[in-house]
């Protein structure tokens, strides 16, 4: 009969982990429904940047919602149009169609978001990776000094890298990057932390693996899981970063659109024209809200546990 | 105790330290060059010159920084290059009206968020948790400058006693703190408070999920304590420490959050000044402005620590054996 | 006079989890009488502590649900309450007052952020508003053996031992007729472990309170108890007094159970432990739900559940070959492929 219950539990199928995430994940509807979006704004981020950068793109989008006279190209005879068949949703006080700019305004937030978050996921992740098998006192030093950034509430240190520095698409991606480094750095930290006492860590240390390999092999991929959804979660705070800049001015600066400088200039004129801000807002509603969804999705696909 | 929060008060000093090298490190390297910006574009090389080591521009970085944290401790925050004025003296009355507009939104956010979280986690997986948690992500998804432009449609605009923006003053306390009148301050305050309100419902709501799953509870239900009082007296006071930490962090988001809402609204607070001295280039502002809001961050921070030992007793006894 | 205090009847308890149902407790019948001291023992996952919270009507629900049977509770006023039908007003009553329960851990029964003595008094407060509620917890501490000075203490200023006294003093405050113990000393040292027995043994006595005891552990049992009765897989397959279960075992489970423990009157044995696992609750055997850990399972007990058998008027068992049944007699050894 042992033999018997043996076989029942080895004729589960097996996956591998990222198999099984991605079925758990799958069966969160909400979960796929923003991936799903989030896929959508991708791909016209792809299309935007292939009509705009390239010479072929530019000859086959001519015309259309990615062609770049769209976005910058004012007519001042159509202003604040309210929905047509020329203009889908409408125009801004220049006369530029308003899904033009928005267009072209997921390319700028989605570069900007996604650059943001590889960047401090790749400082803060190497940071706390290294403290956290390191130990000892480079950990207490560089941990102290994670805590001073902490200390500055992020969009304030953001307003202080780009009050300075400008806002070069560089500097504005670094100054939305540096405040989420010390919460990766933690949260890797943390991961290692765990990982270096488990026993496959000592192991591998007895069959005489180096300390690089160690990091590479076993310890990186076993933090994956809470880096994946910090930064999900980043991201979406990356965008909302962004856009907050912009509007204050700080940020991506007109003729090129951006959402937070879209809803800087429907600041203007909103209380006769509220139409074109609230399309704008919505937008960014629509991405954040997906990714804060797909976030949470992920970490119940990842830790079933914490689902309650 | 009182030699813990000793001990607490004067770990601040490091952090304090670290974030004015930093703040200071960053605007050193800004690309112009303050003494032109003061004197404006029609000024000689000389003249330059001399407003530059007048400045002590051309001190080595360090003694410049040491200088400037010297004078800042005794409340010297510099001159603006802009009006020429004490920006001390700016920032410090301007900040009650930032505090008074953080504070109000920290009400609301607490208002709603810790109620309906609590219900939520106790009635979970109804109807009013699956309302209750899609509004509260719903909060936090929203750009607050965005929402704060739909109020001002939505609600300033057909409202009569609700204007669009600025701060009207219905008293003033000890000659300096203004209190707002109800209808200038409600919509900023909304406005700052749905993201605080929505993740202070999250946390409430898991916190609460978790700590009702714990043996203690079931213990006093064992003792025949009613539902009511099992989630008020044991559960909630169990699930606060996670959200007190939750509170305090927010608090640093609406003191940065308020900078956009203060901009939307024209309210007359830090946020704003800041935001009109950056484009003005105004050094001196912007770095006093980040290092106080800074410093205020992490003074509150402090007070959440300690406040944590009157919530839980076992934080109190670690406190008295460190 | 009718002297039963608790009389469970076919008592069923499943929990539904993602569409799956686990049977915890399936249709067990058990008497207690007044001042009696009733051993429940069986492997973790057999449903003992699902059966204790049935009695104390703290199934959780969702995901748990009572589907079928009684509870049937006698108090001393002859007031008879069916604990599975009755109002949820009438069970706060119950609770903490008639019918009070001890839980397995101590370390984390108590709430870590409430004084041990109000804990204690929160009880007496609630049943009893006549009484001085702390004159009684402060007693209540003094009589689990802890100083009453330490009453505005908390609970991480006390051990694991100390913990489950305090624990034994909430259960106690409001003597109950019935004390349900769960596993009360697995978490603690042996050295403890005597001392909480012997503790609760004179409090019992004391109080001349009912208890129901739940272990794994059969030492204990031949300790305080004056019945037994074993569980497996929701069910209870033996049953009688101290003496008969622990002399003159019947069930193959049973008598599996005595020989996993070592004894130093036959140091030349070698242990025999039950071969295989505890059933999955979600996919449990049929007929006999040993079937598949038995030495003696015949292909009978695949289809057949055996039925209640009386030995003597104290001692029952639910086992085919026990029985003597023709069917059993009659089938073959089950082959192991």
């Known amino acids: ?203 591998a240390n007895a069959i005489g693996a180096s300390n690089i390999r160690i990091v590479l092999k076993h310890i990186i991929p076993n933090s994956m899981a809470p880096l994946i959804i910090q930064s999900t979660l980043s991201i979406a705070g990356a965008i909302l970063s962004t856009a907050g800049l912009s509007f204050i001015g700080l940020g991506v600066k007109p003729p090129m659109s951006e959402w937070g400088n879209m809803l800087s200039e429907g600041k203007n004129f909103i209380t006769t024209d509220p139409f074109f801000s609230l399309i704008t807002g919505l937008t960014i509603v629509v991405v954040i809200l997906s990714l804060n969804i797909l976030g949470d999705g992920l970490r119940d696909a990842l830790d079933p546990k914490l689902k309650n | 105790m009182g030699s813990y929060i000793f001990k607490r008060v004067l770990a601040l000093v490091p952090i304090l330290i670290g974030v004015s090298f930093l703040v200071f490190t960053i605007m050193h390297l800004s690309p112009g060059d303050p003494a032109s910006l003061v004197l404006g574009e029609q000024a000689t090389a000389e003249q330059i010159a001399q407003k530059r080591e007048e400045m002590g521009l051309n001190d080595p970085f360090l003694v410049q920084y040491g200088n400037y944290v010297f004078k800042y401790v005794q409340g010297d925050f510099g001159q603006s290059y802009v009006s020429n004025r004490d920006v001390a003296t700016e920032i410090l009355s301007r900040f009650p009206n930032t505090v008074t507009l953080t504070i109000a939104s920290m009400i609301i956010a607490i208002g709603i968020a810790i109620p309906t979280g609590i219900i939520a986690a106790t009635k979970q997986y109804s ?57 200038s301050i409600i919509l900023p305050a909304i406005t700052l ?94 770095i006093a402005g980040v290092i106080f809001m800074a410093s205020v961050f992490t003074i509150v921070n402090l007070f959440v620590d300690i406040l944590y030992a009157y919530i839980d007793p076992r934080i109190k006894a670690e406190y008295k054996k460190g | 006079m009718n002297d039963t205090l608790l009389d469970i009847k076919d008592l069923e308890v499943q929990y539904v989890v993602d569409g799956e149902i686990t049977r915890a407790v399936n249709g067990i019948n058990l008497k207690l009488k007044k001042g009696e001291v009733l051993g429940l023992v069986g492997e973790t996952g057999a449903g003992k502590t699902t059966t204790a919270l049935a009695i104390m009507g703290l199934i959780p629900n969702p995901p748990g649900k009572v589907t079928k049977g009684n509870i049937n509770f006698t108090n001393s006023e002859n007031m008879k309450i069916d604990i599975c039908n009755v109002n949820n007003k009438a069970l706060l009553d119950i609770r903490g007052s008639k019918i009070s329960m001890i839980f397995q851990d101590p370390m984390t029964s108590l709430n870590p952020v409430m004084s041990i003595g109000d804990q204690i008094k929160e009880g007496v407060e609630i049943h009893q508003p006549e009484v001085n509620a702390k004159e009684r917890a402060k007693e209540m501490l003094e009589l689990v053996g802890i100083p009453k000075e ?17 624990i034994i003093a909430i259960a106690l405050a409001c003597t109950p007729e019935l004390l349900i113990a769960d596993e009360p000393t697995t978490a603690l040292d042996v050295t403890i472990q005597a001392q909480v027995l012997d503790m609760m043994k004179d409090l019992k006595i004391k109080f001349n309170t009912a208890m129901l005891m739940i272990t794994h552990d059969l030492g204990v049992i031949a300790k305080t108890c004056d019945n037994v009765a074993i569980m497996y897989a929701g069910e209870i397959i033996e049953y009688g007094t101290l003496r008969d279960v622990y002399k003159n075992t019947q069930h193959p489970y049973t008598m599996g159970l005595f020989n996993s423990i070592p004894s130093i009157d036959k140091v030349e044995k070698r242990l025999k432990p039950i071969k295989g696992l505890t059933p999955d609750a979600t996919n449990l055997p049929s007929g006999c739900k040993f079937h598949p850990r038995c030495e003696f399972a015949r292909e009978a007990c695949r289809e057949i559940a055996p039925k209640e058998y009386n030995l003597n008027e104290t001692h029952y068992t639910k086992c085919l070959k ?10 073959r050894v089950i082959d192991d492929e």
């Not at chain 1, 996604?114 to 480079?138: D, Q």
């Not at chain 1, 010390?182 to 949260?187: D, L, N, V």
């Not at chain 2, 409430?204 to 213990?219: A, C, G, K, N």
Request: with cysteine; proline share 4%.
């Open chain 1, 1 to 203: 009969m042992i033999k018997k219950d043996k076989k029942d539990a080895t004729s589960k199928t097996y996956r591998g982990p990222w198999a099984e995430l991605w079925h758990r994940l799958k069966k969160n509807r909400l979960s796929m429904l923003s991936l799903f979006i989030l896929a959508g704004f991708m791909v016209i981020s792809i299309i935007s940047f292939i009509a705009v950068e390239t010479s072929i793109g530019q000859k086959i989008f001519e015309g259309t919602v990615f062609d770049y006279q769209n976005v910058v190209g004012q007519n001042l005879k159509r202003t604040l149009e309210m929905p047509s068949s020329d203009h889908l949703l409408g125009t801004d006080s220049f006369g530029r169609d308003t899904l033009a700019r928005l267009v072209y305004g997921a390319r700028i937030s989605i570069t900007i978001g996604l650059s943001s978050v590889f960047t401090s996921v790749l400082i803060g992740g190497s940071i706390g990776a290294l403290v956290g098998y390191v130990g000892g006192r480079v950990d207490n030093i560089i941990m102290r000094m994670m805590d001073v950034f902490l200390a500055i509430p992020s969009i304030l240190l953001a307003i202080a890298i780009v009050s300075s520095l400008g806002s070069a698409l560089p500097f504005l991606i670094l100054a939305i990057a540096i405040p989420s480094i010390p919460g990766f750095a933690r949260i890797t930290r943390a991961a290692v932390m765990t990982i270096r006492e488990q026993e496959f860590i000592e192991a």
């Open chain 2, 127 to 183: 109807i009013t948790d699956n309302v209750a948690t899609v509004l509260a992500l719903l909060g936090v998804s929203m750009p607050n400058f965005w929402l704060g432009l739909m109020l001002i449609i939505g609600i300033a605009v057909p409202v009569q006693f609700i204007p669009t923006g600025g701060m009207k003053v219905a008293y003033t306390l000890f000659g300096n703190i203004k209190i707002p009148t109800l209808g």
């Open chain 2, 193 to 286: 408070g749905t993201g605080a309100a929505g993740i202070i419902m999250r946390m409430t709501r898991s916190s609460m999920l978790e700590v009702v799953r714990q043996d203690y509870i079931r213990t006093a239900r064992a003792k025949g304590v009613s539902e009511k009082v099992v989630i008020r007296k044991h559960a909630l006071s169990n699930a606060l420490i996670p959200i007190v930490t939750v509170v305090g962090l927010q608090f640093g988001y609406l003191l940065g959050g308020a900078v956009l809402t203060e901009s939307v609204f024209s309210w007359p607070g830090v946020g704003r000044y800041m935001v009109d001295s950056i484009k003005t280039r105004d050094m001196p502002v912007v």
């Open chain 3, 150 to 166: 330490r009453f505005n203490e908390y609970p991480h200023q006390f051990s694991g031992g100390m913990k489950q006294r305090i």
């Open chain 3, 322 to 331: 026990v029985e003597g049944c023709n069917e059993y007699k009659e089938s």
